[in-house]
């Protein structure tokens, strides 16, 4: 089963500051990664498919990027509306599909 | 436009049985995979299994193979989660959401699963 590690835990910015998250696969899984932001109380919402492509209503500071096995989230300029958990998703010859353990932008 | 609504919370006590909903519209429901996701308190996200409606093909992570079982009725566009004897450990927050080539999509709104000892 491929794991998915995301870095860091927990990161904490201000709003107007740039934010990067990693996501790093054990194995390749192509291009084949979604992120999806949760925020409390909330169903997760996609963001990023196919590793660097945003889905339909997704502001264009948030930025995908990566194939193989490393990947990135950067979010430019954070909004105070930006703030939750980030997961990363691997959907490359599902199943399974696994998630990584998420970042909390703080 | 494209929904999947969930049924309501639940409250339990180990041992019962429970059977949650998915009910999806605005697309042809048969046509897409839906899965389950657990999220216990405070913790992350849990892929359970995925049902593709319109033939029942089911597959398991293997880490609720046994637990819990998926079905899905093509004709009213529902997709189902059951237990057969519940557990303290399954209090968690249960969502469904569409698989597609782009990953999951759409969500469910949740069901918040709280077992009682």
């Known amino acids: 089963e491929i794991v998915l590690t995301q870095s860091p835990a927990t990161l904490s910015l201000s709003p107007g500051e740039g934010a990067t998250l990693s996501c790093r696969a054990s194995?390749?899984?192509?291009?084949?990664i979604a992120w999806y932001q949760q925020k409390p109380g909330e169903a997760p919402r996609l963001l990023i498919f196919?590793?660097?492509v945003r889905a339909t209503g997704i502001p264009a500071r948030f930025r995908g990027s990566g194939s193989g096995t490393e990947f990135t989230l950067t979010i430019n300029s954070l909004q105070s509306e930006d703030f939750g958990v980030y997961y990363c998703q691997h959907y490359n010859n599902w199943p399974p599909i696994t998630f990584g353990q998420g970042t909390r932008l703080e | 436009e494209v929904y999947l609504v969930q049924s309501g919370a639940e409250v339990k006590k180990s041992g019962e049985l429970l059977k949650i909903s998915c009910k999806g519209s605005?697309?042809?429901?048969?046509?897409?995979?839906i899965a389950w996701v657990r999220q216990m308190p405070g913790k992350g996200l849990e892929w359970m299994g995925i049902?593709?409606?319109?033939?029942?093909?089911?597959r398991y992570s293997p880490s609720f193979q046994g637990e819990v079982t998926i079905s899905g009725d093509k004709t009213s566009s529902y997709a189902y989660l059951q237990w057969s004897s519940l557990k303290a450990s399954d209090t968690a927050t249960y969502y469904c959401?569409?698989?597609?080539?782009?990953?999951?999509?759409?969500w469910g709104q949740g069901t918040t699963v709280s077992v009682s000892s």
């Open positions: 605005g697309y042809i429901f048969s046509r897409y995979w």
């Open positions: 196919d590793a660097s």
């Open positions: 959401a569409r698989m597609t080539d782009q990953g999951l999509d759409v």
């Open positions: 049902i593709y409606p319109d033939d029942s093909d089911t």
């Open positions: 194995q390749s899984v192509t291009t084949k």
